[in-house]
């Protein structure tokens, strides 16, 4: 039997291969910390399954104690940031779209909390144990320690979570263009992946962080600033800047 291709390795002990045929992805971690990041990404796409968001289809989990992997069914299109300006241009209502309907699902179903007093320890905790990497900081925040952005993010925490519960959603938690996977063709969005951040939380969170990678154009040329500000402007209701910024911050801890 042909052996299964190597995709990609997120972090130094999880690792993504692809079967010979192409039908299938599996993800194995071998860290205590990343086999419960894989067990909650797994449980998440259970949950999905059970709505009308289209996510990978869970077929195996495996723990022998040592590593742990989930295979799913492949989710059939392209990563969203591998698309030219003309495609990514096309595809925006798409994207818009895919967040409409993940943030229309009963935020009562969804037994996975994102909400602020979950994330804000997770920072903080992130912080003493030395896993913010400061050497992957949005721009604006380059060269800051983690320590400083903590100190930011806490000073800003009280308004925040003031205004969380005016616009709580079942959220992506990770909704950057490489995560949302599009049909080729028709440029609809054929499904989520990496979803292990997933739970109710603040829309903005999604909204902060599609808006950040869209606008990126290091990382996604075919996008860029006008097609984030069009993706924010179509969004059904009104987006506070203050929570995109807020949200983004907070992304720099996980």
Known sequence: MDPWTLVETGCTDTVVRRSPDGTRHAKTAATPTTQRELADE???????????VPAAEVLDWSDDGTTATLTTATVPGVPASDLGRGDAEAATASLVGLLVTLHALPIRDCPFDRRLGTTLPLAAAAVAAGEVDEDDLDEERAGRTAEDLLEELT????????????DLAVCHGDACLPNVLVDPDTLQVTGIVDVGRLGVADRHL???????????????????VVLADRMLAA???EVDPWRLDFYRLLDEFF
């Open 206 to 224: 999604d909204l902060a962080l599609l808006s950040r990678s869209m606008a990126a154009p290091h990382l996604n040329p075919g996008y860029g």
């Open 42 to 52: 797994r449980d998440r796409l259970l949950w999905l399954a059970t709505t009308p």
């Open 235 to 237: 969004y059904p209701t």
């Open 155 to 166: 000073s800003a925490a009280w308004r925040a979570r003031d205004e969380e519960f005016l």
